[in-house]
């Protein structure tokens, strides 16, 4: 089963991404995280695509094309993937294409506020990656991850200035994304406005479908 996740930044396509991963035993293929783990190791490739992550770019194609291709020949993604933040714009989509085949699109949408109510008030752990929320998702102590006890801070690319070019770079760049694989048939959405649950819920209803219509 080889999946997208499409859908603006700050829609929530990370924790849903890996609630489907865990409960289906498919890894979760996120070019943002393989990203910033190279910018922790202070890799050649993490200090170019820093430039462009903070300031809330997009990280040339030849790169991010490059990290995939690598991560998807690994062992553990034989019974397939989840993607998540891959691909970005239609030349990815279009390498992805003679790499690998994808058999279901999930489009995440909200609207305009709710995303930019849930991308700025997120906090990430900086050692483990749990994702919180300033409102929704609370730790139990302020500034502290519940799972590791590492600091939770405001990642740069999700202060309120990157996140406005974020937003206009996908509109530009990414949501052509829709119309290519509607085109396809392949491409579902799903609302998510309300709680984590509830979203969770409508999102594993519709891999389900997806999955008797296969007849997997
Ligand atoms: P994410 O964790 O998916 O929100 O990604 C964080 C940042 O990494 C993005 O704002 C981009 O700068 C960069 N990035 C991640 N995936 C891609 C991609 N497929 N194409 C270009 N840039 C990417």
Redesign the pocket.
């Given at each position: 089963m080889n999946i997208i996740f499409l859908g603006p930044?700050g829609i929530g396509?990370?924790t849903h991404a890996e609630i489907v991963s865990k409960k289906h035993g498919i890894p979760r293929i996120?070019?943002?995280?393989i990203?910033?783990e190279e910018i922790k190791k202070r890799t050649d490739l993490g200090k170019e695509?820093k430039t462009?992550?903070d300031t809330?770019?997009?990280?040339?194609?030849e790169?991010?094309i490059d990290i995939?291709r690598e991560r998807i020949g690994r062992e553990d993604c034989r019974k397939g993937f989840i993607l998540?933040?891959?691909?970005?714009?239609v030349t990815?989509a279009e390498e992805l294409e003679r790499i690998t085949h994808i058999d279901f699109v999930l489009n995440l949408v909200a609207p305009h506020r709710v995303i930019i109510e849930r991308i700025t008030g997120r906090l990430t752990c900086r050692k483990c990656g749990a994702i919180y929320h300033a409102k929704n998702i609370r730790p139990k102590s302020e500034g502290v991850c519940d799972t590791c006890g590492g600091e939770l801070y405001q990642r740069e690319?999700q202060k309120e200035e990157a996140v406005e070019k974020?937003l206009e770079?996908y509109e530009k760049r990414t949501k052509p994304l829709i119309e290519y694989y509607q085109r396809k048939g392949i491409l579902k959405d799903v609302n998510v406005e309300g709680g984590k649950g509830e979203v969770s819920e409508r999102i594993g209803r519709e891999i389900n479908d997806f999955i008797k219509s296969m007849g997997i």
């Open positions: 930044p396509k990370g996120s070019t943002g995280e990203l910033r695509a462009y992550m809330g770019g997009l990280v040339p194609d790169l991010v995939f998540d933040g891959f691909p970005r714009t990815q690319d974020r770079l």
